[in-house]
């Protein structure tokens, strides 16, 4: 039950991210236009774009990043150990990973929080409330570290579980 909430909550952090990045990119032709045709680009393009669009981007798909199991990693000792002891190194990477997670999940929350009851504004060509982008973080992170755990479960109690990504051709459609 874990995986598949933690499947669907990846899933739809991804699509808010993919919303975000098209976003991103219709503001951006519409502030070009806009500039180049009328003279008159939109306020504050630049930070929007920066403080809303690209912290979503780049934070919201972390859980469905760790969900596809396609994190950088390097596996070269990992692949000449005998299978018995990959699966409990792979155990505890992904326990190293959870408490990384967490830290950030700590510390980015306890950020967000601060902005949230100071109502954290930011000057540039306009003033931008910044403390909703700062959630994007915590809630990054957090589907993230659950997303981890229930890998580090499914390592323990699946002996079928498989950390390797998709192939190009199994993707799911």
Request: aromatic share 10%; charged share 15%; no cysteine.
């Amino acid at each position: 039950m874990l995986l598949r909430w933690t499947r669907h909550l990846g899933i739809v952090l991804a699509v808010l991210a993919t919303v975000s990045l098209f976003l991103m990119m219709l503001q951006t032709v519409i502030d070009v236009l806009a500039s180049n045709l009328a003279g008159r680009p939109i306020p504050g393009n630049l930070e929007i774009i920066s403080v809303y669009h690209m912290v979503l981007v780049v934070f919201l798909p972390l859980a469905f990043v760790e969900l596809k199991h396609e994190p950088i990693s390097v596996d070269l000792v990992y692949q000449m150990l005998p299978e018995s002891l990959q699966r409990w190194v792979l155990v505890a990477g992904y326990l190293v990973t959870a408490t990384f997670f967490g830290f950030l999940l700590w510390q980015t929350g306890a950020d967000a929080l601060r902005s949230l009851e100071m109502n954290e504004m930011m000057m540039g060509a306009v003033f931008l409330t910044i403390w909703p982008a700062k959630l994007a973080l915590p809630t990054g992170f957090a589907a993230a570290l659950l997303v981890v755990v229930a890998n580090a479960w499914q390592a323990v109690t699946d002996p079928d579980f498989n950390p390797s990504p998709d192939a190009p051709d199994d993707v799911e459609t």
